[in-house]
Nanobody
Framework: VQLVESGGGLVQTGDSLRLSCAASGGTFGNFAMAWFRQAAEKEREFVAAISWNGDDTYYSDSVKGRFVISRDNAKNTVSLQMYNLKPEDTAIYYC???????????????????WGQGTQVTVSS
């Protein structure tokens, strides 16, 4: 499975931005999908995840209420709608996916075998 992110950019505090991840070459519809991010000189951290059918979503405390993850299995895409962006949201955002991930492990990047190349999000103050 190949994952390609898009939609990153430079925005101001309080702005919104929508990231997309397009999947190809595999059974996307069976995959749990997630977004992670990595800020400069920090470890990669979990942002949000969604179950294979979209019924279950998970968010980190830092983005809960501001970010929304969604997927369209017909189009093999997963999106991250980000509202009320803050400077601390600045990072490279990665799309990740894999099959058979239990809920307890969706926050763990080791659970995902497929990753995109990342897209930069910069939020200016």
């Amino acid at each position: 499975v190949q994952l390609v992110e898009s939609g990153g950019g430079l925005v101001q505090t309080g702005d919104s931005l929508r990231l997309s991840c397009a999947a190809s070459g595999g059974t996307f519809g069976n995959f749990a999908m997630a977004w992670f991010r990595q800020a400069a000189e920090k470890e990669r951290e979990f942002v949000a995840a969604i179950s294979w059918n979209g019924d279950d979503t998970y968010y980190s405390d830092s983005v809960k209420g501001r970010f929304v993850i969604s997927r369209d299995n017909a189009k093999n895409t997963v999106s991250l709608q980000m509202y009320n962006l803050k400077p601390e949201d600045t990072a490279i955002y990665y799309c990740a996916g894999d099959g058979a991930i239990i809920a307890a492990n969706v926050h763990d990047d080791n659970s995902y075998g497929y990753w995109g190349q990342g897209t930069q999000v910069t939020v200016s103050s």
